[in-house]
């Protein structure tokens, strides 16, 4: 299934920061595109080290 493309956060938004899967409507796409624009409701799973990891969350939470 291909990702929808539309403005907000982005995968690749976070340096240092890996987006290793997003879950959207009950489907769970591994490592997704850097293009991957996230939508409300989508759960993502991040790696990367504890202090990045809290960066990126907050941003993504601000939706940045």
């Known amino acids: 299934r291909s990702a929808r493309r539309r403005r907000g956060p982005r995968a690749s938004?976070?340096?240092?920061?890996?987006?290793?899967?997003?879950?959207?409507?009950?489907?769970?796409?591994?490592?997704?595109?850097?293009?991957?624009?996230?939508?409300?409701?989508?759960v993502v799973v991040l790696r990367g080290v504890p202090a990045v990891l809290a960066v990126a969350e907050d941003r993504l939470l601000q939706g940045w």
Do not use: H, W
């Open 13 to 42: 938004a976070a340096p240092g920061v890996r987006v290793s899967a997003v879950r959207r409507q009950g489907i769970r796409g591994v490592n997704p595109e850097r293009e991957l624009c996230f939508e409300d409701g989508d």
